[in-house]
């Protein structure tokens, strides 16, 4: 099968309800978590994407084993630091920040080196922010410049910390609060708000983890080596994931969707609240909560008037992985959409900030960059005819998916390559959107 696709057909008006993938990010939680309760985890719904797949190949070379039962994952945990580590492990991350960075917190007590390893991508990211706090509970770790390949051996003297988390970073933060899971005693982190998936999760575990928030900061406390028992839980979808098709329904005219089942913790809706204030009116109805997390349905519906929006900071860390769609939406809007302090998304799979401008450049839109702040000109009656070729950058999957939307929503000849990146946390987006309609060969 060719790595590209063409597209070069805006799709038709639709009205329809869809599921999209599971939340990659708790879906690698639950697994890692699965792996240091006691007893045989059941997780169903799981994301079987790369990332995901690349988790329980780690597990498993920890000594932790799985089996499949139709669509539930039976993982069997022996308690905090059970990993059964051999001389001379390696572990490959892939291309998953969020695998990479929480099992670190996890090999702290680690008999033997481990060698951390990743992609082209992952080898580029900077992963001072969680050696850091990791050196200060006394773990030993090697690092050139910050970069994988990392070698951590453990240690049966850790020490708790109290630690400032200032970036926003769920990753930073979860890392930290598995590192304290294996130390005795009381660790103190005083978060900047950000994904909070680990401490729900371990709040519905019963885990005595206390979370207070003052100021835009968590004040998280967690209490050291307490077991706890093994667990079932359903994955829901994941709203990066839905987030595209949003997108793709608000520019599409006389479009509707209901994508049914999707996680919409508030720490991860920022791209509705930032969409709303453009006027797109979207809709959560059916909400519930499940474990600690809120589930719902989102309708949504094409719009002809969107206007442009300067969007609060404060909604940046609720929106980081979706900010590239978000352009798309502001690109079409009436009026400049102001932007702020997303000096963040350089710090993803690929440097999304640099190439979220190059692309509404090469679409023909004006874009004011000021270092991590952007001006995005609108226009709304964007129609493009031209030749598009997209080489993606690192294989960014969200690169990949932002072209396709592009191209459905506002014409032109497209080839987009690198289909396999689709893999990294929506292995089924082509065929969900050729369910709703689009052509694509």
Known sequence: ??????????????????????????????????????GISKISNLLESEDVLNTLKAIKKLGINYIKKKNVYHIEGFGLNSFKIKKNTIINAGNSGTLARLILGLLVKSKFKVKLIGD???????????????RLFGVNIKSKKNLLPIEILGTDFLRPITYNENIGSAQVKSCIIFCALNTPG??????KISRNHTELMLKFLKYPI???????????????????????????????SAAF????????????????????????IGIIKILNKMGAGIQLKEKRNYNGELIANISVKGKNNLKAV??????????????????LVAAKARGVSKFKDLGEMNKKESKRLDLGVQFLRLIGIKVERFKNNINIHGNP???????????????????????????????????????????TSFPKFLKTLRLIGAKIN
Not at 382 to 387: A, C, P
């Open 1 to 38: 099968m060719p790595d590209h696709i063409f597209i070069n057909k805006k799709i038709r008006c639709f009205n329809k309800k869809i599921q999209v993938g599971s939340d990659k990010s708790i879906s690698i939680r639950s697994i890692l978590l699965a792996s240091q309760s006691v």
């Open 120 to 134: 082209k991508s992952l080898s580029k990211r900077d992963f001072s922010r969680v050696i850091k706090p990791l």
């Open 186 to 191: 009381k660790t103190i982190i005083n978060s």
């Open 210 to 240: 206390l979370v207070n928030q003052k100021q835009k900061v968590d004040k998280i406390s967690v209490q050291g080596l307490h077991q706890f028992n093994a667990f079932e839980y359903n994955v829901p979808g994941d709203i990066s």
């Open 245 to 268: 098709f949003i997108v793709l329904t608000l520019l599409s005219k006389k479009s509707q969707i209901i994508i049914e089942n999707v996680n919409v913790n508030k720490s991860r």
């Open 310 to 327: 300067n969007c609060p900071s404060k909604l940046n860390s609720a929106a980081i992985d979706e900010f590239l769609i978000i352009f």
């Open 381 to 423: 009656n964007l129609v493009l005819s031209s030749n598009f070729e997209i080489k993606n950058f690192l294989k960014d999957h969200r690169i990949f998916f932002l072209s396709c939307i592009t191209a459905l929503t506002l014409g032109g000849n497209w080839k987009i390559n690198d289909t396999k990146s689709a893999n």
